[in-house]
T-cell receptor, first 113, second 110 residues
Framework: DGGITQSPKYLFRKEGQNVTLSCEQN?????MYWYRQDPGQGLRLIYY???????QKGDIAEGYSVSREKKESFPLTVTSAQKNPTAFYLC????????????FGPGTRLTVT | KNEVEQSPQNLTAQEGEFITINCSYS?????LHWLQQHPGGGIVSLFM???GKKKHGRLIATINIQEKHSSLHITASHPRDSAVYIC????????????FGKGTLLTVNP
């Protein structure tokens, strides 16, 4: 049963703390992505990775960091430098050929108070 | 200005009605995603199309690359179709980025 898992579904943190969001896929996809969704806005790309040990900044990378040590895993750390971390975070993956159709995980809703 | 415009932003329908959601974009693309997001937040890919028309069950997606326009149709709508529908064009080539519309909130009443 292939897919993308994100955990946890809901996450609460105090301001000033770093927090890491998990994303795992068993679709054998080379590319993985992190998006942020805020009310009334379209999804915005935070980081993406086309291959293990390589990643690129997206449109809103400031205050975030990622790693890609394994093909299956692409964790996102929301650092204390991120000014407005409360949001819904979505992970996706895709192949690197053809239309690169992206498959999405269920998301993690992060609340920072 | 958002490069991707969806209309309408909100749509309320009665069960059984035919639904059309439109997507216009301003840049040249190779293909376009239609995505469905349910209230729980998870996103499901409905279609990825680069030309013509695709059909899956009661869902039909069409695209006109030259006119920079795509439509998503739902026939015989059902309350379980209630969701946000998002179009996301892809410019193609080595570019991995999608550009996302803000979504159309569809509510189908019984």
């Amino acid at each position: 049963d292939g897919g993308i898992t994100q955990s946890p579904k809901y996450l609460f943190r105090k301001e000033g703390q770093n927090v890491t969001l998990s994303c795992e896929q068993n679709l054998n996809h080379d590319a993985m992505y992190w998006y942020r969704q805020d009310p009334g806005q379209g999804l915005r790309l935070i980081y993406y990775s086309q291959i293990v040990n390589d990643f690129q900044k997206g449109d809103i990378a400031e205050g975030y960091s990622v790693s890609r040590e394994k093909k299956e895993s692409f964790p996102l750390t929301v650092t204390s430098a991120q000014k407005n971390p409360t949001a819904f975070y979505l992970c996706a993956s895709s192949g690197t050929g053809g239309t690169r159709e992206q498959y999405f995980g269920p998301g993690t809703r992060l609340t920072v108070t | 200005k958002n490069e991707v415009e969806q209309s309408p932003q909100n749509l309320t329908a009665q069960e059984g009605e035919f639904i059309t959601i439109n997507c216009s974009y301003s840049v040249g693309i190779s293909a376009l995603h239609w995505l469905q997001q349910h209230p729980g937040g998870g996103i499901v890919s409905l279609f990825m199309l680069s030309s013509g028309k695709k059909k899956h069950g009661r869902l039909i997606a069409t695209i006109n690359i030259q006119e920079k326009h795509s439509s998503l149709h739902i026939t015989a709508s059902h309350p379980r179709d209630s969701a946000v529908y998002i179009c996301a064009p892809w410019s193609g080539g080595s570019n991995y980025k999608l550009t996302f519309g803000k979504g159309t909130l569809l509510t189908v009443n019984p």
